[in-house]
């Protein structure tokens, strides 16, 4: 998938190329100032490229106010974003290095992290029947109350990745919206998830229904959904504020592969699709798609930086530091 706006990472900046001048956000209903280096936001956001390069008054003021979006959803955005400078400078091959490949005999081609090499396959994402096992009871009786508090917290993960990629798509920074996707499928395969109903409404709220994340959305579920699982707080709370778009579209993913007398060759799409990120990614062209995929492996300590940079906002109390 693909869409032309938003800038990439292959105009990344890095501490050795871009000016050291400042623009400050003021972030949020409260305008809390945020410094940070232009010429890093410009090269991730074409809404910021505009607004500080151009004809803009923010151009000759020097700052601008982004009152939708809340303070913790922009630091996460700060902290991918300074992520940025290391990865542009990590990812550019030296022109050693681009020798060695060509000129190197040993190798004939041959890059076990080549860039036709997916290395997705442990999507594995199911939704389990109901299990009458009385001998099991007992044991599951104990694991509710932790399983609920972890569904809490994995929901309140997502949304904040949800949040993001709202503010992503707003601002136009198109590697940030890749880069989300990515972090959200890689955890949802680790651990076996994948999002609640819960976020879908929000989702298409705020975000047109042909954007990756909504996307995602429809696949995931047409796979995985199976609503005798729902609860009675989802059928009488959620189900009435699902989306058109959204139940359309999953029922009808699911019809081609109820009703084909090629069911199995519908099924193994479906996953494929799953499984290759990139077909939720925006890319330019196929040029960059094939740069995408080749970059998983060196992508991955940025990914988890993300990650890891959500995961105050979903701590409870009890584990923040004390500030």
Excluded at 242 to 264: E, Y
Aim: proline share 4%.
């Amino acid at each position: 998938m693909s869409r032309p706006n938003g800038a990439g990472s292959s105009k990344s900046a890095t501490f050795l190329t871009m000016g050291q001048d400042l623009v400050e956000l003021n972030v949020g209903e409260n305008g809390t100032p945020f410094m940070v280096h232009k010429d890093l936001l410009c090269s991730q956001s074409e809404y910021f490229r505009r607004a500080f390069n151009g004809r803009f008054q923010e151009s000759e003021d020097g700052f601008t106010h982004v009152t939708d979006v809340s303070e913790n959803t922009f630091k996460i955005f700060q902290q991918w974003l300074y992520g940025q400078v290391a990865r542009g400078a990590t990812s550019v091959k030296t022109s050693f290095e681009r020798l060695m490949v060509t000129d190197n005999p040993m190798r004939n081609g041959k890059d076990k992290n080549e860039a036709g090499n997916n290395g997705n396959a442990g999507h594995s994402y199911s939704v389990d029947s109901d299990d009458d096992n009385d001998d099991a009871d007992g044991e599951q009786d104990e694991q509710v109350e932790e399983k609920s508090e972890a569904d809490k917290r994995y929901h309140e993960l997502i949304d904040c990745f949800l949040d993001l990629f709202i503010f992503a798509d707003r601002y136009e920074t198109r590697q940030l919206r890749n880069d989300i996707i990515s972090a959200m499928r890689n955890y949802n395969s680790e651990i076996g998830y994948f999002p609640t109903l819960e976020c879908v409404p929000k989702a298409f709220e705020h975000l047109p229904a042909t954007s990756t994340f909504c996307q995602y959305l429809i696949r995931t579920y047409a796979w995985n959904w199976n609503p005798a699982t729902d609860g009675k707080d989802e059928i009488d709370n959620v189900y009435p504020l699902l989306p058109h778009a959204f139940t359309l579209n999953v029922m009808l993913i699911n019809c081609r592969r109820a009703n084909s007398f090629k069911k199995k060759k519908y099924d193994d799409m479906l996953v494929a699709e799953l499984i290759d990120l990139c077909n939720f990614h925006e890319h330019e062209d196929e040029a960059a798609r094939n740069d995408c995929k080749a970059s998983k492996e060196h992508d991955k300590v940025f990914l988890r930086n993300l990650l890891v940079s959500c995961m105050p906002v979903v701590e409870m109390p009890q584990d923040k530091p004390n500030t």
